[in-house]
């Protein structure tokens, strides 16, 4: 049965689109509107509805279905699968610093799993060049920000990760970083865009270099570089 329920889809305006649409689309099925098994509208009625074209749609579309969580069947349109992987809610997250430096042991561990994928898979001279000029778009648009709905810019790292081609990594990677976003959100902390880049640049230097280990030491800085600065030293007692 095709969903009809489209509340709350409003057109999008931000550069970085399609990530929005996969943040709309789950939306969308997180609220119950889809259950496994729905079609989705058709692509006409999506697109309009978030205001974005066809081709940015698809592209939406296609990151989730390399991971599991949509199916799209040649004539017939594209449907929810069946959940086959546990979603980590936001209940599960005690919002204090406890709770944070178990959100950063898990993305700690994720990254540092992805870095070690790409060093056996995906580090290619044609996916460093695409991870320079990412880096570069990222700098010049001063993207390393939170969006509306305490999203972050993580297109770094999710590069990185679908270069991997492993499907279990990327999965466990979008869902910490939606963690990641509500949590620091809720908090009310934005990271100087300057630092993130300057990471950044340290890990795609270290990517460059083939040195899979300081690639690990840069990502491990970066992700545990807000936790003082969130709560200070003397919240230890």
């Known amino acids: 049965m095709e969903a009809t329920r489209n509340e709350g889809l409003t057109p999008i305006h931000r550069t970085d689109v399609y ?3 996969i943040d709309r689309i789950n939306t969308l099925i997180e609220e ?3 259950k496994p098994g729905d079609r ?3 692509e ?3 697109a309009e509805k978030l205001g974005v074209s066809r081709t940015t749609l698809r592209q ?7 991971i599991g969580r949509l199916e799209t069947r040649v004539g017939s349109g ?4 069946p959940d086959q992987v546990p979603q980590i809610s936001i209940q599960d997250i005690d919002i204090d610093r406890k709770g944070v430096q178990d959100l950063i042991y898990a993305r700690c561990s994720i990254e540092l799993s992805v870095l070690h994928a790409f060093f056996v898979r995906g580090r290619t001279p044609e996916n460093l060049t695409s991870l320079e000029d990412l880096l570069k778009e990222d700098e010049q648009s001063g993207s390393h920000k939170l969006y509306a709905g305490y999203r972050y810019n993580f297109r770094f790292e999710e590069a990185i990760a679908a270069m991997t081609g492993n499907k279990i990594l990327i999965l466990q990677q979008q869902q910490v970083h939606a963690l990641w976003s ?3 959100g809720k908090l009310g902390f ?3 865009r300057s630092h993130g880049y300057v990471q950044h640049r340290s890990i795609l230097d270290a990517l460059k270099d083939g040195e899979e280990e300081l690639s690990c030491i840069y990502m491990r800085r970066h992700v545990e570089r807000d936790l003082d600065a969130l709560f200070g030293p003397e919240a230890e007692k």
């Open 19 to 21: 990530r929005e649409v």
């Open 32 to 34: 119950g509107n889809l």
């Open 40 to 42: 989705l509208p058709s």
């Open 44 to 46: 006409r009625i999506l």
């Open 60 to 66: 939406g579309i296609k990151v989730l279905e390399s």
């Open 78 to 81: 594209t449907y929810l699968c």
């Open 182 to 184: 509500y949590v620091w």
């Open 190 to 192: 934005i990271p100087r």
